[in-house]
């Protein structure tokens, strides 16, 4: 029997769920939720239906995971305590400072309700924090580097469109190649956020705003751009659609350490993500976790969990006796 899959939200995130499911011959898309008019959002499986999140309970026997694709700062703190009542949910919460605070919200319901409630899936939080967890496990004398970019930062750049006279824009964080570069060569040195990351702005303004004083708020913006050195540049709406249009993101986590009786031998651990599209990679992420979340749940397990307490083999389609002879 296919895994049933129902879809909280279809933005960017939820078309590449919608795709992701499409991938694995295991997974169904059963329905898509919305907060918009049903008929007015236009789904590319002929097999699902679109509707109000108004109904979701009344498909509730009806799905066996809930992917739930709404944004970290105002929905998903509601949605996934809420709908982890009814439902099997993974979510992709990546404010960090509060995944503490999410996961115990979500874990009280989900203790009562008996579901399984997975949080911050993706890459980062998700795939990245894997392997840092795995680096320090394995060489504790060590420390951590996470470099982001080049890639387009939607939140950053939703924060330059709200100044006043920006028509549009998009924001790229960029690792800064001599720290990426000294930490490659096995130093540990300590940077500052100026040091590790740049960021660069392409900015359409409106036609008579103060182009000063837009690259000015950008700059001075606080908890986004004081702490970077920022580069403002702009361009016309046309050259933002032909050279900007995508959502290309990606990193590295790496973990440099010692072992040795002396510490006299170094290793570096690397992994490192380019993606064409941040929203359909995390996508894939956010499916392959559905089935853990489905599989755990069939074997008696509740509460929420974290990229942590999921074992790899729950992730895959693959039988085990098939992971052991062609994956192990």
């Known amino acids: 029997m296919s895994i049933r899959v129902g879809i909280l939200g279809y933005g960017n995130l939820g078309r590449g769920v919608e795709c992701a499911v499409k991938q694995n011959e295991d997974m169904e898309l059963k329905a898509v939720f919305t907060r918009r008019a049903p008929e007015s959002v236009k789904i590319l499986t002929e097999s699902a239906k679109v509707y109000s999140i108004d109904d979701i309970l009344t498909m509730k026997d009806e799905i066996d995971v809930l992917v739930i694709c709404g944004g970290s700062a105002t929905d998903l703190p509601v949605q996934t305590p809420e709908y982890v009542k009814y439902f099997n949910v993974i979510d992709s919460f990546d404010t960090h400072a509060r995944i503490p605070e999410h996961f115990a919200n979500v874990d009280a319901n989900a203790q009562q309700s008996g579901k399984v409630g997975i949080i911050s899936v993706g890459w980062d939080p998700g795939m990245f924090s894997l392997n840092r967890v795995y680096g320090n496990a394995i060489l504790p004398m060590g420390c951590d580097y996470t470099f982001w970019g080049k890639g387009v930062s939607q939140g950053h750049s939703d924060a330059i469109r709200r100044i006043e006279g920006v028509a ?139 990229v942590f307490d999921v074992a790899p083999a729950y992730l895959c389609a693959q039988s085990g006796e098939y992971l052991r002879a062609h994956l192990l």
Not at 183 to 211: I, M, N, S, W, Y
Not at 223 to 250: C, M, R, W
Not at 258 to 264: L, P, V
């Open 168 to 306: 549009d824009a998009k924001q790229y964080t960029i690792p800064v190649p001599e720290a990426l570069a000294q930490v490659r060569a096995g130093e540990t040195p300590e940077l500052t956020t100026r040091q590790k990351h740049t960021r660069e702005c392409f900015v359409v303004a409106k036609e008579g705003a103060d182009l000063a004083r837009i690259e000015k708020e950008i700059k001075e913006m606080p908890n986004y751009f004081a702490d970077y050195d920022t580069t403002v540049n702009f361009i016309s709406q046309e050259e933002l659609v032909k050279n900007h249009s995508g959502i290309p993101h990606g990193g590295f986590v790496i973990r440099s350490g010692k072992t040795g009786w002396n510490n006299e031998n170094t290793h570096i651990v690397e992994y490192s993500l380019k993606l064409d599209s941040n929203p359909e990679f995390t996508a894939s992420v956010l499916v392959a976790y559905a089935r853990a979340a489905y599989r755990m749940n069939k074997e008696g397990m509740k509460g929420c969990k974290t």
